[in-house]
């Protein structure tokens, strides 16, 4: 399973970005999907994850800014971050998980900064 993250940059506080990712090397949907980041001295921390039946779990940092999606027959998950703010300023890393786990794979990393 190898996973490709797109998306990342540089955005103003208040600003919105769009990341995606792609699962390939897999013959079905993998159970879950998501995005985890981690910031610069902290540990990763999961940001959203949703399985191939649609169910969707947030960090509370979330705060309802962002919205995960998914594609089963695409093998892609999305995450649309709105209202970004500089605490989000971390590597996103999007992972997948076989049943029961949320993980397992990574992708390699994209960068989001928050700054004005």
């Known amino acids: 399973v190898q996973l490709q993250a797109f998306g990342g940059g540089l955005v103003q506080p208040g600003g919105s970005l769009t990341l995606s990712c792609k699962a390939t090397?897999?013959?079905?949907?993998?159970?879950?999907m998501g995005w985890y980041r981690q910031a610069p001295g902290k540990q990763r921390e999961k940001v959203a994850t949703?399985?191939?039946?649609?169910?969707?779990n947030y960090a509370d940092s979330a705060d309802d800014r962002f919205t995960i999606s998914r594609n089963n027959a695409k093998n892609t998950v999305d995450l649309q971050m709105t209202n970004l703010k500089p605490e989000d300023t971390a590597v996103y890393y999007c992972s997948a998980g076989a049943w029961p786990r949320h993980t397992g794979y990574w992708g390699q990393g994209t960068q989001v900064t928050v700054s004005s």
């Open positions: 949703v399985t191939s039946g649609g169910t969707t």
């Open positions: 090397g897999i013959t079905s949907p993998m159970y879950s």
